[in-house]
């Protein structure tokens, strides 16, 4: 008996929603009409200035392996950059997610795609994820009845603010 792998939905901090956004092998998708996810050497290989006139409806996905540092210098042509988590054990792309918020002030979407799990949610919200891409059915249950989960102390600083706990300055509350 095989299993059918359900269709992802987008979640957001706000509740599922809509998703306006379409993953695309190639920059051919730019020719009509929508939002488009590239992976990487797609949105690498386009002209600056297509670049820059599609900045609204162009994002890119990074693999695990894909270094942050190609498009360090054209994030300000992005509106949503996908860090893909292929393993559920691969966490490289929550250090990406960091950067991306702390480093880089990277103001668009920042979206996982990919193995979001239950128990690794609240700490990608903590480092900077602001969109979801889910498919696995035990988050998609409690997501539907508003549950995200975590821990409401935290000891180390995240990309996402959150108050000083009391008696300890490292302590930290999580932010509902």
């Keep these: ?55 609204e409806r162009l994002g890119v996905l990074l693999q695990p392996g894909e270094q942050l540092e190609k498009i360090e210098g054209l994030l300000d042509q992005l509106s949503l950059v996908a860090l893909a988590f292929p393993a559920f054990n691969d966490g490289r792309s929550f250090s990406k997610a960091e950067l991306l918020r702390r480093r880089h002030s990277f103001a668009g979407a920042v979206r996982a795609t990919g193995q979001v799990l239950v128990d690794q949610l609240p700490h990608m919200l903590r ?12 988050l998609l249950a409690r997501l539907e009845a508003g549950r995200a989960g975590g821990l409401p102390l935290h000891y180390q600083p995240a990309a996402k603010p959150a108050e000083k706990g009391a008696k300890y300055s490292w302590r930290r509350v999580a932010a509902e």
């Design 1 to 55: 008996m095989s299993e059918t792998k359900a269709q992802p939905r987008l979640w957001t901090p706000e509740g599922f929603r809509e998703d306006d956004w379409t993953h695309a092998e190639s920059a051919e998708a730019l020719a009509g009409n929508g939002r488009f996810i590239l992976p990487l050497q797609a949105f690498l290989d386009l002209d600056p200035q297509v670049r820059e006139g599609a900045k």
């Design 127 to 138: 480092v900077g994820f602001d969109q979801f891409e889910v498919s696995h059915p035990t």
